[in-house]
């Protein structure tokens, strides 16, 4: 049973619309993540947050923003979706750490803009 | 800065072969080391790890070595099945005296088909 849900798993919207991909985990984790995984399958940090109120842009630069309002929640908003935002997204949590279980992943939401 | 580096798929194998994928890694201290594994329309699942040198993770009879003198952490099966297919992705967790709470460094991932 999945302990981090991502909904929807899959979304086709149209190029300007606003989106906001969801991720919850049920952990208690304080360290939340988003990557941005490409069809070579690499994966690309693009968000990160380190616990309630706690916001950090990741490797990759994205028009996408996030918020921690809650430690379970931390939802990805793209304000006007374009056909370059085409891609899979991935959250994950962890402990501060990441040592005791590593990261817990969520299936993904595959997004495409038209 | 710390990075890891896989052996270029994709990699074909038939059933019951013996399977290696390559990773290295740039790193300073003891990094943690981890491989995970991405089946088709999923997320990525821990499937081994190794948090000192020396140690061997194993999961579902896969192996990994931490080898510090040759800075690597390759993954091994003696027999895949077809149900291995999948993409192969090799971690570090930077050592916690150097860089406490810093995120993991994920490789580019190795995709393996295993054909009957």
């Known amino acids: 049973e999945a302990d981090i849900y991502q909904t929807p798993r899959y979304l086709v919207i149209g190029t300007g619309k606003k989106i906001t991909l969801e991720c919850s985990q049920t952990m208690g984790h304080d360290k939340m993540y988003w990557y941005q995984q490409d069809p070579g399958m690499e994966l690309h940090l693009i968000h990160y947050?380190?616990?309630?109120?706690?916001?950090e842009k990741g490797d990759l630069s994205s028009e996408s923003t996030v918020s921690r309002i809650r430690t379970e929640h931390f939802p990805l908003t793209l304000e006007s979706a374009r056909p370059s935002h085409t891609s899979q997204y991935l959250c994950a949590s962890s402990e501060l750490t990441g040592l005791i279980y590593g990261y817990t992943f969520g299936s993904g939401t595959r997004l495409t803009v038209v | 800065g710390n990075s890891v580096t896989q052996m270029e798929g994709p990699v074909t194998l038939s059933e019951e072969a013996f399977l290696t994928i390559n990773c290295t890694y740039t790193a300073t201290g003891y990094p943690s080391l981890f491989w995970y594994v991405q089946y088709p329309g999923e997320g990525l699942q821990l499937l081994l790890k190794?948090?000192?040198?020396?140690d061997k993770g194993s999961n579902k009879g896969f192996e990994a070595t931490y080898r510090k003198e040759t800075t690597s952490f390759h993954l091994e099966k003696g027999s895949v099945q077809v149900s291995d297919s999948a993409v192969y992705f090799c971690?570090?967790?930077?050592?916690?005296?150097?860089?406490?709470?810093?995120?993991?460094?994920f490789g580019p991932g190795t995709r393996l088909s295993v054909l009957p």
């Open positions: 947050s380190y616990g309630v109120n706690s916001t």
């Open positions: 190794a948090t000192k040198a020396d």
């Open positions: 971690a570090l967790s930077p050592d916690l005296l150097d860089n406490y709470g810093q995120n993991f460094v």
